[in-house]
């Protein structure tokens, strides 16, 4: 089966920035339009913790109907260290620090990270 995939980082020239913010311009569609977007942030020693912590949080929202405020309370009763070690390496990942990756997240039919 024939398949279309777009590699930003390749498809756009990122050395021209004037290509560049028109191939911005068309992202939202190309990520409307697409099947699946994957997201790769690239490798991380924290990656399974996110990935339990994400899915202890949808459970204890979706599956428990905990409110933000009631599973604030929970996690500052525990020892936060290890979880704030993984937070704070997923978010500083470079990833987040581009302007596009709004249109990824939000336009992406389903979005795999």
Same mark, same amino acid.
């Given at each position: +089966?024939?398949?279309?995939?777009?590699?930003?980082?390749?498809?756009?020239n990122?050395?021209d920035?004037?290509?560049?913010?028109?191939?911005?311009?068309?992202?939202?569609?190309?990520?409307?339009?697409?099947?699946?977007?994957?997201?790769y942030?690239?490798?991380?020693v924290n990656?399974?913790? +996110?990935q339990?912590?994400f899915?202890?949080l949808?459970?204890?929202m979706?599956?428990?109907?905990m409110t933000?405020?009631? +599973?604030?309370?929970?996690?500052?009763?525990?020892?936060?260290?290890?979880?704030?070690?993984?937070?704070?390496?997923?978010?500083g990942?470079a990833w987040?620090?581009?302007v596009w990756?709004?249109?990824?997240?939000?336009f992406?039919?389903?979005?795999?990270?």
């Amino acid at each position: +089966m024939d398949r279309l995939i777009w590699i930003d980082q390749i498809c756009i020239n990122q050395k021209d920035n004037a290509g560049k913010a028109t191939q911005v311009k068309l992202m939202g569609q190309i990520y409307q339009e697409a099947n699946l977007v994957v997201a790769y942030l690239g490798e991380s020693v924290n990656a399974r913790r +996110m990935q339990t912590l994400f899915a202890e949080l949808y459970f204890r929202m979706e599956g428990l109907g905990m409110t933000a405020e009631s +599973m604030y309370r929970h996690y500052l009763r525990e020892s936060p260290t290890s979880r704030l070690e993984a937070v704070a390496e997923f978010f500083g990942n470079a990833w987040f620090q581009r302007v596009w990756i709004i249109q990824e997240a939000v336009f992406a039919n389903r979005l795999r990270m």
